[in-house]
């Protein structure tokens, strides 16, 4: 150990504490949205997940009595995003929350539709069971001043308006499917301060897109042990530091705490308003704006969202275990409600890991006796998956999949005329397709034990 004299020890002792409080104070006086801030917090938030999950089970605080009473009907409100060229999604997407016990409520009281458009007539209105309100018009009549009025997101949404009133279905239809995502950057700050105003004093705020299904006991499990009194802003986390946002698709959760300290800043929402002409991406703009008034996404929940219809969700081994709160991508007609029906009776937690015995055409143990069928249980490809090229067949990508180091490869898919082979670290259960080639298993000796360690608490 060094022998430094006492007097000199001294000294870089109140060097350290003078420089410690001179960052804390530095630290402090950045405004809440500071890229400093930011980084900071997303790897904080990233440091504090991985050691939970490496030295503790990360599920286990939802396993205890809940904390907080709690009843989706009453203490939810629930805000769901359409638009003109999506709208007869709204319908099924009804039908299939009622299919699994009505989560959502009374319509004006539980819930509120917003789309891009007023309709036309109150035959219009009746086709889809269920008021749109119409939030671009709020946004343009009640929170922008007339600079703004020719932008061209408003010229592009009064079109769309002069089509419909007209009549022109077909125009129409195809305006909506154009411009909808523009337009749909504008509902996501005024969808929230109108369902604050009309369905006040709720505990938790929900926003939903059309195409977005809700897991009623995962749901309600998540929710009864979280105090809704804190300011929590909860989803399938997505995006780089300076832009951590809640996933739209997936689900995002506002506590009323949450939705309280926001609209408190009419500065911020106003600033937000003008935001919200340009921006890409309405889900970013809440979490750009909610960091305004030091808010940030608890990233301690996100593996609990996701952002993919049940045959497409990729199921991996540090989630299986973990309960599942949301799909999204259900566009096809009947989608929706076949999942709504396929959980109707599920009374409790939904887990990833039970995708497979609930979507599944076939028991996964079929896979034990035949390796291989026809399909895709990888799923599209990115920076996780392995290519192997120079493949001679099936059973040799099979035993690429199973032997791979470290037994990261959950699932395989052979492409024949490509002689290609791909790994995951995931596996999904697919859709079946027969004649082009493509077959697909999963690394069954891995999947056992973790499909086995789940399946119990169904």
């Known amino acids: 150990m060094l022998n430094v004299p006492r007097r000199l020890r001294r000294r870089l002792v109140v060097i350290a504490v003078f420089l410690s ?3 804390s104070v530095w630290y402090i006086a950045l405004p809440p949205d500071s890229h400093i801030r930011l980084a900071l917090g997303f790897n904080s938030a990233r440091l504090f997940n991985y050691l939970r999950g490496a030295a503790s089970n990360r599920d286990g605080w939802l396993w205890k009595p809940a904390q907080h009473r709690l009843e989706l009907r009453s203490d939810v409100g629930y805000l769901i995003k359409t638009g003109y060229g999506t709208r007869y999604r709204v319908p099924e997407q009804l039908a299939a929350f009622a299919e699994s016990g009505d989560v959502l409520g009374d319509e004006g009281r539980g819930f509120l539709v917003v789309g891009d458009w007023t309709t036309a007539n109150e035959t219009d209105a009746k086709l889809l069971g269920v008021e749109v309100h119409d939030a671009i018009k709020m946004v343009m009549e009640t929170k922008m ?3 703004y009025e020719e932008h061209q997101r408003f010229t592009k949404y009064r079109s769309l308006q002069g089509t419909v009133s007209a009549g022109d279905e077909e125009r129409a239809r195809h305006l909506g499917q154009s411009y909808g995502w523009e337009l749909d950057a504008l509902k996501f700050i005024m969808g929230m301060e109108f369902a604050y105003k009309r369905m006040p004093h709720k505990k938790w705020y929900i926003i939903l897109d059309d195409e977005t299904y809700l897991v009623k006991p995962s749901l309600e499990l998540l929710l009864s042990h979280l105090d809704p009194t804190e300011p929590h802003y909860i ?8 832009g951590r946002f809640a996933h739209g698709g997936s689900a995002v959760l506002l506590s009323g705490e949450a939705m309280k300290v926001l609209l408190s800043r009419p500065d911020v929402v106003a600033s937000a308003y003008v935001g919200s002409l ?3 991406w309405g889900d970013r703009l809440v979490a750009t704006t909610l960091q305004k008034v030091g808010i940030y996404i608890d990233e301690r929940y996100c593996h609990y969202f996701n952002g993919e219809a049940p045959e497409m969700t990729r199921i991996r081994k ?9 799909f999204h991508g259900l566009r096809k007609p009947g989608a929706m409600v076949d999942v709504g029906r396929a959980l109707a009776g599920v009374k409790k937690p939904v887990l990833w890991g039970h995708l497979w015995e609930l979507f599944g055409r076939q028991p996964m143990e079929a896979y034990a006796k035949k390796p291989f069928r026809p399909g895709d249980h990888v799923g599209p490809r990115d920076e996780q998956t ?3 090229k120079g493949v001679g067949g099936d059973d040799e990508c099979r ?3 199973e032997g791979s180091g470290g037994g990261w490869c959950l699932a395989w898919v052979y492409d024949a005329a490509a002689s290609v082979c791909h790994g995951s670290p995931w596996m999904i259960i697919g859709e079946e397709k027969t004649g082009d080639g493509v077959v697909s298993g999963i690394n069954w000796k891995k999947a056992e034990p973790l499909m086995h360690r789940c399946l119990g608490s169904l």
């Open 21 to 23: 409080l001179a960052l």
């Open 278 to 280: 340009d921006e890409t």
């Open 318 to 326: 540090d989630r299986a275990c973990s309960p599942i709160v949301s």
């Open 399 to 401: 035993k690429r999949c």
């Open 235 to 242: 989803g399938n986390a997505v995006g780089d530091y300076k």
């Open 145 to 147: 001043d007339k600079k």
């Open 386 to 388: 392995k290519t192997w």
